[in-house]
């Protein structure tokens, strides 16, 4: 049996830039952050509700819907394919890049050197 054959369940790869990746399957009704903590990956958080960046990921490959307007992103970076997994849902197979690298990225202001 392979992910295609399970409705709703989908396949999901986190990479880190320095620790590998890690892959895991998700129900379409799981919040991204919960299939990665139970798949052993520590992320940080705070409010769980899409609002402080903690979660911040980037979607490589496949798609996503936030299930919660994700408002700590802007236009741009939802663009530029930036989610939250607090409050992000998988509707196909993923591959997702997480790492605290990206919200430098996203917010140099904030977090960059
Ligand atoms: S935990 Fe705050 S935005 Fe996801």
């Given at each position: 049996m392979t992910a295609d054959d399970l409705d709703g369940v989908y396949e999901i790869t986190f990479i880190h830039p320095e620790t590998g990746s890690i892959s895991a399957r998700a129900q379409d009704d799981a919040p991204l952050?919960?299939?990665?903590?139970?798949?052993?990956?520590?992320?940080?958080?705070?409010c769980y509700d899409g609002t402080c960046l903690n979660c911040l990921a980037r979607?490589?490959?496949?798609?996503?819907?936030?299930?919660?307007?994700?408002?700590?992103?802007?236009?741009?970076?939802?663009?530029?394919?930036?989610?939250?997994?607090?409050?992000?849902?998988?509707?196909?197979?993923c591959t997702i890049e997480?790492?605290?690298?990206?919200?430098?990225?996203?917010?140099?202001?904030?977090?960059?050197?």
């Amino acid at each position: 049996m392979t992910a295609d054959d399970l409705d709703g369940v989908y396949e999901i790869t986190f990479i880190h830039p320095e620790t590998g990746s890690i892959s895991a399957r998700a129900q379409d009704d799981a919040p991204l952050f919960d299939v990665a903590l139970e798949s052993g990956i520590e992320l940080g958080y705070g409010c769980y509700d899409g609002t402080c960046l903690n979660c911040l990921a980037r979607l490589r490959e496949g798609e996503v819907v936030h299930a919660k307007e994700p408002v700590a992103l802007t236009p741009d970076l939802l663009e530029a394919g930036f989610v939250l997994l607090c409050v992000a849902k998988a509707t196909s197979h993923c591959t997702i890049e997480i790492g605290s690298h990206l919200r430098e990225e996203a917010y140099p202001s904030l977090w960059g050197e």
